[in-house]
């Protein structure tokens, strides 16, 4: 499927978005440049201390405040086909006091999630007797079922980070650091069609027990088992996100073992991915199978995260998440063991719950690769 970005970022979505603010009992949703602004209206503006903020009141028409020499840009980029006001504003303006007097009086706002604290304090100021709550609230279940055409772009985002995977083989050998190979990864990323580069974790040996491990000039030794987890953003907004492990040379028969457990538990939870299946119960799919195995106290973080506009955010697969799945969630399924100061592992694939089942999003070998 090609997806356009009419498909990604559609006109009805602000009116969804409206209709939500005022069911949740919020006056206006406030949103600042970041995921939750691209999500409503496609245009990926760029953060300034300068405001740009797309207003969405509950009751009332639209509007966004963008700083008279951003204006160009915010009439050129999709945000233009939703026929909102722009309202620019000039250097000397004070462009909180303005959306507090075109709002009037609102007794609770949603601030984008991942607002400035310098504007959110600004918005306090500009409007006293408003609550501020998290837009999150009201974005946060509808940015995390996902439409036909986002579940396309993360299939679009999945093959090209597969692509990598693919690729990795060559880069890793004995003698060479850690940095060195995460930059060929790197270049291999943005080749591979992402437009950024988000993350590059290779953890060898003993690195390999740190979950999010960073590049070091540490060099890979014969034998040693290399966590390789990688991911980009998409020229779409989507990102992708996949962990796989390798060996340079044969791997220690321990850990072999604990390998063959971990992918177990992987395609366990994978299997358990179905309508109505609570986030917390993918969560102990995976789980119990590590426990039964007694390498239980060694997955010490959560199976999995959603994935979309951002790496993480809505649904988590964790407990306590009792959210029942439904089609169109995405997310990672990524159970790891981590032996500290030996080494450790983790699979990781994305997921799109489907109308019956799960669908994988990634499909590079989830074997050990020996190198």
């Not at 358990?272 to 010490?300: K, L, M, N, Q």
Request: proline share 7%; charged share 20%.
């Amino acid at each position: 499927m090609t997806t356009t970005s009419s498909d990604l970022y559609p006109v009805s979505r602000l009116a969804a978005v409206r209709e939500a603010t005022a069911a949740a009992g919020l006056g206006a949703l406030l949103l600042t440049p970041g995921p939750d602004l691209r999500y409503v209206t496609g245009y990926d503006a760029l953060p300034l201390e300068r405001l740009t903020c797309l207003v969405v009141p509950a009751a009332g028409e639209p509007f966004m405040m963008v700083p008279r020499l951003e204006l160009p840009t915010a009439e050129h980029s999709p945000a233009s086909r939703l026929g909102v006001e722009f309202v620019a504003w000039d250097e000397t303006d004070d462009p909180y006091v303005q959306v507090a007097h075109r709002l009037g009086s609102v007794a609770k706002v949603g601030l984008a999630d991942r607002m400035w604290a310098l504007q959110s304090l600004r918005f306090r100021d500009a409007m006293p007797g408003a609550e501020q709550v998290l837009a999150g609230s009201v974005l946060g279940p509808l940015r995390a079922r996902k439409s036909p055409a986002e579940a396309a772009a993360l299939r679009a985002a999945g093959a090209a980070i597969d692509a990598v995977h693919a690729q990795v083989p060559q880069f890793l050998k004995a003698g060479r650091s850690e940095r060195g190979v995460g930059r060929d990864i790197a270049e291999a990323i943005l080749a591979a069609g992402h437009a950024t580069v988000d993350f590059v974790i290779v953890g060898s040996g003993p690195n390999g027990a740190s979950p999010h491990h960073e590049l070091s000039d540490r060099v890979i030794q014969p034998g040693d088992p290399v966590v390789v987890d990688i991911g980009g953003t998409m020229p779409s907004g989507y990102c992708s996100d996949s962990t796989r492990v390798y060996c340079v040379g044969e791997p220690s028969p321990e850990f072999v073992k604990y390998y063959e457990v971990l992918k177990e538990a992987q395609e366990a939870a994978c299997a358990h991915v179905r309508p109505g299946v609570t986030c917390e119960s993918v969560d102990s799919a995976a789980r119990d199978v590590i426990s039964e195995a007694g390498y239980g106290e060694y997955f010490i973080h959560r199976t999995g995260h959603g994935i979309g506009l951002e790496t993480h955010e809505d649904p988590y697969i964790v407990s306590g998440n009792t959210t029942p799945m439904e089609p169109g969630f995405a997310f990672s399924i990524e159970p790891g063991i981590y032996l500290l100061g030996r080494h450790g592992a983790r699979i990781e694939d994305i997921v799109i719950c489907g109308e019956t089942a799960g669908e994988r999003l990634n499909h590079s070998t989830r074997d050990l690769v020996i190198v």
